[in-house]
T-cell receptor, first 113, second 110 residues
């Protein structure tokens, strides 16, 4: 599979627990993006990386959220002390520099109970 | 005001109908425009880019009106398989991030 891969597909966690999601972009894509989508809304931008550098973070990304892309390949998104409002689909996307078409992964659906 | 605004619908149309969706954007410096399609509980997928001169892809036609900051999508001869949410998407001039509207839901009935 040469697309964008996200793991896990689904995650149910208790409020207050920490969760971590992984995204493996298309190998030659140096830009990687995280989005969050809640029911009835379009995806909202969270953050993006060019190679290993995190170039922009949305105000939506509170202190409980952290994202990394240590070697410029895969990325992780961690949410600490989850809250019910964090329940959403977390989407990862990638594209090569200079190209504005994205490839999205299938997403990780988080449910906080 | 949201950066990208769409009528949420749903639009409920019979097979074979023509349906049009509209979208407005607030950043006049925006340069890139797209329509994405999203099926229920799936990721968004690029449907088509939108160019100033307007463009067509089979049954789908996209138009851009920069003066009014308005984007449209026309679907002719609707198929059952066209049922989905259609997301209007804009890239602001200085950024590579996509800004999505909330989506317009289309239901095509037999």
């Amino acid at each position: 599979d040469t697309g964008v891969s996200q793991d896990p597909r689904h995650k149910i966690t208790k409020r207050g627990q920490n969760v971590t999601f992984r995204c493996d972009p298309i190998s030659e894509h140096n830009r990687l993006y995280w989005y969050r989508q809640t029911l009835g809304q379009g995806p909202e931008f969270l953050t993006y990386f060019q190679n290993e550098a995190q170039l922009e973070k949305s105000r939506l990304l509170s202190d409980r959220f952290s994202a990394e892309r240590p070697k410029g390949s895969f990325s992780t998104l961690e949410i600490q002390r989850t809250e019910q409002g964090d329940s959403a689909m977390y989407l990862c996307a990638s594209n090569p520099e200079g190209f504005r078409g994205y490839t999205f992964g299938s997403g990780t659906r988080l449910t906080v109970v | 005001r949201k950066e990208v605004e769409q009528d949420p619908g749903p639009f409920n149309v019979p097979e074979g109908a023509t349906v049009a969706f509209n979208c407005t954007y607030s950043n006049s410096a925006s340069q890139s425009f797209f329509w994405y399609r999203q099926d229920c509980r799936k990721e968004p997928k690029l449907l088509m880019s939108v160019y100033s001169s307007g463009n067509e892809d089979g049954r789908f036609t996209a138009q851009l009106n920069r003066a009014s900051q308005y984007i449209s999508l026309l679907i002719r001869d609707s198929k059952l398989s066209d049922s989905a949410t259609y997301l209007c998407v804009v890239i602001p001039d200085s950024s590579y991030k996509l800004i999505f509207g909330s989506g317009t839901r289309l239901l095509v009935r037999p």
